[in-house]
Each structure stands twice: as structure tokens, then as C-alpha cells.
């Protein structure tokens, strides 16, 4: 199963280290890795998304919590939350057709950023399953050349959730 992890920890050298390197010390691939400051400039929040079981994620993210630099740890799958991601597409259209790729941007409320010699820069904001659904349509109008995925963000919807409690 997908898991979306939110983890608050002390933005200082090394600790984005040491939380990662507790899921892949397991086996566990990260497929997307997000972190940035909070708005409190001594923390960062880290989103990472990986697969596993129910039983082995909470393992794993009890386990990040005993960390001494992280603050909270929290697995937004368990909570009614909105996930998004950004992701810029570099598109060929010299053989096909620029209303068709107009139309499908249009239809998806991305955007052109730029077009160079028949070569357009694309930026999408959705749920990582829409952006899926989205990068075919575009390979369906035009040669997809380049992918540039920023990975998933996800917060839970309401107030505030920290810790390991659920819904």
C-alpha cells in the first residue's frame, strides 16, 4: 500500500540523513522525498512516500519518532487529507498538432511556461494520480521529452495532526 509520511524534524545537517535512511535500511524505496522549512525557521517538515504494509510503516515511523532530531511523525494515509505535486513536462510538437496541446492544457488548468522552437514547457499542479492521467494525454499530442516530478505534498485537511493517532 501507498503511504504518504509527514515528519517534523529540527532543520539541521544530517537529520534528513537519518530519517531516510531508516526505510531504506529496511528495504523500503522512497518514491518522492519533499522537505522544506516550516514557519518556525528551526524546523523542517519532510514528505516522503514510499510502499509497504500497514504493520511495517508503523514500525518504521515509530521508529523515525525515536530519532532525536524529529519532532513528530504523522502517516497522512491514515487521515482524510489533499495531496498535490508539481511537475514540468518538456514537449516536442514540430509533427503534431499546437491546438490539441492547447486544448488538453487548457482542459487541465496547467500551463505553458514557455515555447522554443517547438518545444514546450509545460507545469502541472495535481494528485499524483492525476498527474499520471495527465502526462499520457500530453504524450498522446506530442513527444514527450522531458519529466520533471517535484513528488507528492499532502497535508491533512482541518486542524493540525501530529503524532501516530488515527482519524
Known amino acids: 500500500m501507498r503511504h504518504i509520511i509527514s515528519i517534523l524534524m ?12 531508516l526505510f ?3 528495504g523500503y524505496n522512497i518514491e518522492s522525498l519533499n522537505v522544506a522549512p516550516t514557519q518556525d525557521k528551526s ?15 508503523e514500525q518504521i515511523t515509530k521508529q523515525v519518532g525515536k530519532l532525536i532530531d524529529v519532532v ?8 482524510d487529507h489533499i495531496e498535490r505535486e508539481l511537475v514540468l513536462f518538456k514537449v516536442n510538437m ?9 486544448s488538453v492544457v487548457a482542459a487541465a488548468n496547467a500551463r505553458i ?5 517547438k518545444h514546450y514547457t509545460i ?11 495527465f502526462m499520457e494525454r500530453i504524450a498522446a499530442v506530442g513527444e514527450l521529452t522531458t519529466v ?18 488515527t482519524k
Open 94 to 102: 514540430a509533427d503534431h498538432s499546437l491546438e490539441e496541446l492547447q
Open 24 to 26: 531504506a535500511s529496511r
Open 10 to 21: 529540527q532543520n539541521e545537517a544530517g537529520v534528513l540523513s537519518r530519517a531516510s535512511n
Open 123 to 133: 507545469e502541472y499542479i495535481g494528485g499524483s494520480q492525476d498527474v499520471d492521467r
Open 113 to 117: 511556461l514557455d515555447d522554443h522552437q
Open 148 to 165: 520533471v516530478r517535484g513528488g507528492a505534498m499532502a497535508v491533512a485537511r482541518g486542524a493540525p495532526v501530529f503524532g501516530r493517532a
Open 43 to 57: 524546523v523542517s517538515r519532510l514528505t516522503l512516500v514510499t510502499r509497504g504494509s500497514d504493520e511495517i510503516i
Open 72 to 79: 513528530a511523525v504523522t502517516d497522512l494515509t491514515s487521515f
